[in-house]
């Protein structure tokens, strides 16, 4: 007998957006939360922990209804790090963007408990891998893209708006149209590869953060 996929929680503060952007594909956003059998508070209560099997099922179905295959890449775009709740209080105040990455690595169940990222470096480069502990049947293209985003909104907060990694890598296939890929990464955008991941250069995780204070942020977590 197969074994039901173990529960894990992520705040709903990763569906931030996600109302928004259904409305605008023509989705009613509460009957999707309630297809997927979670409480419609969860649109609101951004605090609130839910499964994230149901999360990575309700993304899927969205895109799938609204024929939009970047929708989850289009709900972490605008993200802030105060989406992050007590992790993205305590990235603000990191006195580098390694700090950062760091604090993400060693922190991030605060925020997503099925999230596992890893940093390698080798040479001059640094490679931000990012994996899901789930059920690997489980469809999860929405789920990726718009955690890479996320990864992505985080560094150029600290490198500057004009900023783009040397390299973005999916696990799946391309889509047939890639503007919002370019106009979220920039033109270096890889599919088909063994990972998702992100690839910047290791002087950049040297970059300053002039507003941190690191007493502060490590206070809230």
């Not at 605090?47 to 609204?66: G, N, P, S, W, Y």
């Amino acid at each position: 007998m197969r074994e039901s996929p173990k529960t894990t929680l992520t705040r709903s503060a990763s569906l931030t957006h996600f109302a928004e952007i259904a409305q605008q594909c023509g989705l009613d956003p509460f009957a999707l939360v309630r297809a997927v059998g979670l409480p419609t508070r969860c649109l609101s209560d951004p605090d609130l922990k839910i499964d994230t099997h149901a999360i990575v099922r309700l993304l899927e179905m969205a895109a799938q209804e609204a024929r939009e295959p970047a929708f989850g890449l289009r709900m972490g775009e605008s993200r802030q790090l105060s989406n992050l709740g007590p992790l993205g209080l305590m990235l603000r105040d990191e006195p580098t963007l390694r700090h950062a990455l760091n604090a993400i690595v060693q922190h991030i169940r605060v925020h997503n408990e099925a999230l596992v990222i890893k940093i390698d470096e080798v040479s001059e480069q640094v490679l931000i891998r990012e994996e899901f502990a789930l059920d690997s049947s489980v469809p999860r293209r929405q789920a990726a893209e718009l955690a890479m985003a996320v990864t992505y909104r985080i560094l150029s907060m600290f490198m500057g708006a004009a900023w783009k990694p040397h390299l973005v890598c999916f696990l799946h296939s391309a889509p047939a149209r890639r503007d919002i890929h370019r106009r979220v990464f920039g033109d270096h955008v890889e599919f088909n590869h063994d990972f998702n991941g992100l690839m910047c250069s290791q002087s950049d995780l040297n970059q300053p953060n002039p507003s941190a204070d690191p007493e502060i942020g490590r206070a809230h977590v």
